[in-house]
């Protein structure tokens, strides 16, 4: 059998016999069989984090969870856990673990709040204590058409790393599941999952790995993560210079770091609803579908969260007048209806001249 498969696997016999010519039937004089098992080494392996985008929280105790999948194997591997090269002493867990021991989420007392656990919303909408950097006044639209940068970078605003006292140092106790799925081709899908309560403090770069020992494998093969929050998010807007009545889109292009798991995004307008009303957006790209004049100036405030770490960047729309959308009524002859002493001539796109007569 040159270049034996995974089908090839099962049970083969062989007969020995004569043919006897008087009565034309064929003698079988002896037989054997051999079993002939295939094996073959696992073609895949990934490491994912369950549950996944998920929101950091300071205020408690969050499980977390890492999945190692491996396919492609016959039989099934082994597979285990390390945290920077060392291997994790875990317990067996059968089941996933249901509010029991460590496991239940403690809610933080009272007096474990302090005035740098307060949250995002509050201090940004100008709550008592707290400044508000954003002013939510209107801004002067005239500034708009003489501005060489169409929006504005705003630096980025890194959650203080400061946690409540759930957070502990000790190390963590670790629970480790491992399950076996058979698939059509004969081979095997394992998947081993490690559970612990995460420690912001500790486990932030920490470096993990999946490795897997097989009897077709000469030495282990091996995936791995490291656990890091994110950081500086890149925000690239379009169009760079956006008019009345265009459609603008606010999109996350990356961090400055690699970042694991995956992070949750949410938009929000500081000091006012998103366009189409709503507090929040979920998802990496905002949309603001035939932006009014209105939004000119707005500041737009982007919040990525892993169950790690958090962070917030801002960015700035500047809206400039649109010539092809005609002006309104009281514009077609150059002056507003009524007579106050003053006569406006309108120099686009925003500037205006007072001309007393």
């Known amino acids: 059998l040159p270049e034996v498969r995974i089908s090839d696997n099962g049970p083969y016999e062989c ?48 499980n977390f969870t890492l999945v190692c999948v491996v396919s492609g194997g016959k039989p099934a591997p082994l597979v285990y856990f390390k945290r920077d090269g060392e291997p994790i002493e875990a317990t067996p867990l059968p089941e996933p673990p249901v509010g029991a021991g460590s496991w239940a989420p403690r809610n933080l007392l009272h007096r474990d ?85 995460l420690n912001p403090q500790i486990d932030n770069e920490a470096l ?18 490291t656990l890091v929050a994110p950081k500086g998010p890149k925000i690239m807007m379009t169009p760079t210079r956006a008019h009345v009545g ?10 400055q770091n690699e970042v694991f798991p995956e992070p949750l995004f949410t938009w929000t307008r500081v000091g006012s609803r998103l366009l189409d009303g709503s507090a929040e957006h979920d998802g990496k790209e905002l949309v603001l579908e035939r932006v009014p004049a209105e939004l000119n100036g707005s500041m737009y405030r982007c919040t990525a969260q892993n169950p790690l770490g958090s962070t917030d960047t801002h960015t700035r729309l500047i809206v400039f007048e649109n010539p092809n959308i005609p002006r309104g ?29």
């Open 113 to 197: 709040l302090d005035d740098t656990k307060v949250p995002k919303s509050l201090a940004a909408d100008g709550e008592p204590g707290a400044g508000n950097p954003f002013p939510t006044a209107d801004p002067p639209r005239g500034l708009a058409a003489e501005r060489d940068s169409v929006t504005e970078s705003i630096p980025e605003t890194v959650v203080s790393r400061e946690f409540p006292r759930w957070v502990h140092m000790a190390e963590p106790i670790y629970y480790f599941r491992h399950t076996h799925a058979p698939v059509s081709d004969g081979t095997v899908e394992a998947r081993a999952t490690l559970t612990w309560t």
């Open 246 to 255: 265009d459609t603008v889109r606010i999109l996350v292009q990356g961090f």
């Open 15 to 62: 007969h020995v016999g004569i043919y006897d010519r008087a009565t034309r039937e064929k003698v079988v004089l002896a037989s054997g069989n051999v079993f002939l098992n295939v094996m073959a080494p696992p073609t895949s392996i990934s490491v994912l984090a369950a549950d996944t985008p998920a929101p950091f929280s300071r205020y408690q105790a969050q």
């Open 329 to 357: 009524p009281e514009d077609s002859n150059g002056s507003l209806p009524g007579h106050c002493g003053f006569r406006f001539v309108l120099a686009l796109p925003l500037t205006v001249i007072l001309e007393l007569t």
């Open 208 to 225: 993990f790995s999946c490795e897997v020992k097989h009897p077709a494998l000469s030495m282990p093969m091996q995936s791995e993560v």
